[in-house]
């Protein structure tokens, strides 16, 4: 773990738990779980170090994220690489999101900081009131393992922004890259103690969530996870943002560049092996540009690289490990019998050489798919794509909204009042129009229903790491009826 700026070891009975690489199934380190009196010590340390940073004019806060954002901008190519390491995921895009996205949370909010304040309201009799936003104190971040370092910077940012300590505790399959940005913030100015990184796996998660000195969770992964969570930290009612599954809708109507719509679908399917939680999997093709759709999307698809994810070329990599293979394909034989039609993929991939022991599957395209199927109802994360046939608007709406999650949607079409009435319309909090996937820092996001609870960046990303205080000020006599 990282605690009070430096690698700090667990006792010496610690569970040792192991990092196995996806691409060659090989062993390549592993780390220490914290107990509880790590975690302890942990809590007391970024207590100690909150109440100083709070007293920090906001302006010098800020000055330490940006140049914070600054170092990850000068070791990108190195930092890409260990994310790789971690994630299995393709060098092709470690290398141009993950580091660059917890930079621009960063660089966002180190700009935004001098700029959160309250307001003032006008009294009766020459009174004022005023409101104050307030750091929430320690607080926790549990991040996925698909995007660690971006998980990292996107918590880490406006809770470090606004005041606050942070413990964050990365996946346990993906932790080297939350572990460095902790030198990269120290590197930079951020004292010690205000950014610390718990390792382990769900027992040191509980101690987390359930520890009465920490004042916020906010949590990235599946819903019955994060229902857990909420749970744990009901006692002692904490604060609580999500941001969770989803099985979200991608809409293609009539008039949409079915060229374009097809690229997004690639994206919205295929992009980090399909592992990602505001993937558009129930693919909604309007009857009259099926055809030409289906046709695209499975040409493109089977030209897909598949390989080693150092190799630059590589357009995807394997699953995060054979466990989660196992349940995706799982899915795949699941749409078989459900009747749906498998028009390309679902196929476990045995590759030569050092990846023979690697968990890669050739990326699947289902076609003829019903509402009802488990295959369009369920979240798989992998990469599993549904298409659906339409005819109306009315018809595509109520289709896309009857499910449990909210977390995302897409729709393409050239008539724009269109797009504007249905993203109106479907039930999801972070939505695009003629694009797919794109989450800038300045941007909400947020999802509905199942999918969420609260807001990661943009302004309103400020709610979720403060505590709103109002003050009345008198400026005439005590109203009293009383002798």
């Not at 359930?210 to 019955?224: D, L, N, Q, W």
């Not at 109507?253 to 399909?274: I, K, P, Q």
Request: contains cysteine; charged residues 25%.
């Amino acid at each position: 773990s990282w605690v009070g700026g430096k690698f700090a070891p667990a006792a010496g009975s610690a569970t040792r738990i192991p990092l196995v690489s996806a691409v060659s199934g090989e062993q390549y380190g592993e780390f220490e779980a914290a107990d509880r009196e790590q975690v302890d010590h942990a809590v007391q340390v970024a207590a100690e170090a909150q109440r100083e940073w709070a007293k920090w004019c906001p302006t010098d806060r800020g000055r330490v994220l940006r140049r914070a954002a600054d170092i990850l901008t000068e070791r990108n190519d190195e930092l890409a690489q260990l994310e790789t390491l971690d994630t299995s995921r393709p060098i092709q895009e470690t290398d141009c999101v993950d580091i660059v996205s917890a930079r621009d949370a960063l660089e966002y909010y180190g700009g935004l900081a001098p700029t959160i304040g309250g307001d003032f309201i006008h009294q009766p009799n020459r009174s004022w009131a005023y409101t104050v936003r307030e750091p929430l104190g320690v607080t926790c971040g549990i991040g996925a393992w698909n995007y660690p370092m971006q998980g990292a910077g996107w918590k880490a940012a406006p809770a470090l922004a606004c005041g606050n300590a942070i413990l964050f505790k990365p996946a346990e399959d993906t932790p080297l890259t939350a572990l460095a940005l902790g030198e990269v913030l120290k590197e930079a100015g951020l004292p010690d103690g205000l950014y610390n990184v718990i390792l382990g796996a769900k027992e040191t998660g509980q101690l987390l969530t359930r520890h009465p000195g920490i004042s916020k969770v906010s949590f990235t992964g599946e819903m019955a996870t994060g229902s857990a969570i909420c749970a744990d930290a009901a006692p002692t009612l904490k604060k609580i943002q999500m941001e969770l599954g989803g099985k979200s809708p991608l809409i293609v109507f009539e008039d949409a560049d079915v060229r374009e719509a097809v690229s997004a679908a690639m994206l919205a399917n295929w992009y980090s092996s399909g592992q990602v939680c505001s993937n558009g999997t129930r693919i909604f093709v309007h009857s009259s540009v099926k055809e030409a759709f289906i046709k695209q999307f499975v040409e493109r698809t089977r030209k897909i690289k598949i390989g080693d994810p150092f190799d630059p070329s590589v357009q995807m990599g394997p699953m995060i490990h054979h466990a989660h293979l196992d349940k995706v394909l799982e899915y795949v034989e699941i749409g078989r019998k459900e009747g749906a039609d498998l028009l390309c993929g679902g196929e476990r991939l045995s590759l030569e050489g050092a990846l023979a022991k690697g968990a890669f599957m050739s990326p699947a395209i289902f076609d003829n798919c019903t509402d009802d199927m488990r295959i369009v109802r369920e979240e798989i994360f992998g990469p599993v794509a549904s298409v659906l046939t339409f005819e109306t608007e009315a018809e595509v709406v109520e289709r896309a909204n009857d499910t449990k999650y909210g977390l995302s949607a897409g729709v393409f079409t050239r008539n724009l009042q269109r797009a504007h009435r249905v993203v109106r319309d479907i039930e999801a909090g972070t939505t695009w129009i003629n694009n797919y996937n794109l989450a800038p820092a300045e941007l909400p996001w947020t999802g509905h229903k199942g999918s969420g609870i609260g807001v990661s960046n943009g302004t309103y990303g400020v709610d979720d790491w403060t505590q709103v205080k109002s003050v009345y000020v008198e400026m005439d006599k005590v109203d009293c009826p009383y002798e």
